[in-house]
């Protein structure tokens, strides 16, 4: 699903990351969770609590399920299942596992929507924070007339939410997260965020914390893939035109409007 918010003039930007330089930019792209939402926390801890609900119906089956979605005691794969896949997509493979035990695949597709449900409506009232500067690089962007949204594979829902909570709304036209049909690395995703924005996706960066985000991107022959890595690791950002650390490292270095 798609959500627009609303659209101004439109600017070209030349956007510079260390020492690579994207011309002709009208909009940028950010993914949610590891990008801008500081959510390792939550995620590690909804893997953990959908386990257990499901472990209390299927004995011995916890432990696996832990181990598929990427949490190895208190640590979170930020590459792993839980992490980067979309709701859909956790769901089906927790019920592969569920299915294994017997179970018929109905029953079982059933039994992790509920435990992934029940585990958020718990946790949601845990808020995740955003990552250091990204109030700031979303002030700037916007006031050089840059088309920002947010392209997810978590819920349009829960992007939404993440929007409201965190006030964010004024600074971006398009909240976009996957509840049915192709999920990221599908560069679909990508063309229909820049469709909605009213851009090409030649003049759209995309900003993101994983492989998938950095695929989605060249599929969808962007102007470029920036990868981020707040922990460090570059192998999570394979493919990336340019890695940076801290989201000042984009920077607006000119600004023309056009018609």
Known sequence: MITVVWEYSSSMAIIRCKDITFSHIQAILFDKNGTLEDSETYL????????????????????????????????????????????????VAAAAYIAETGKTWFESLQIARQALAEADRYLRSNSTTLFPGVLDILR????????????????????????????????LQLEMGVDEGPSKPDAILFLQACQALGVQPGATLMVGDSVGDMQMAKEGKAAGAIGITWNNNSDHVQGADVIINQLHEIQVMETSLFS
């Open 44 to 91: 590690r801890s909804l893997g953990q609590k959908a386990a257990r609900i499901i472990d209390a119906q299927i004995p011995g089956i916890g432990e696996p399920l832990l181990m598929a979605y990427g949490i190895n005691g208190d640590k979170l794969d930020t590459a792993g299942l839980i992490a980067v896949a979309s709701r859909k997509e956790t769901e």
């Open 140 to 171: 700037t962007l916007s006031s050089a007339g840059m088309k920002l949204g947010i392209l997810s594979a978590a819920t349009t829902r829960d992007v939404q939410q993440f929007v409201m909570n965190h006030e964010l709304r004024e600074y």
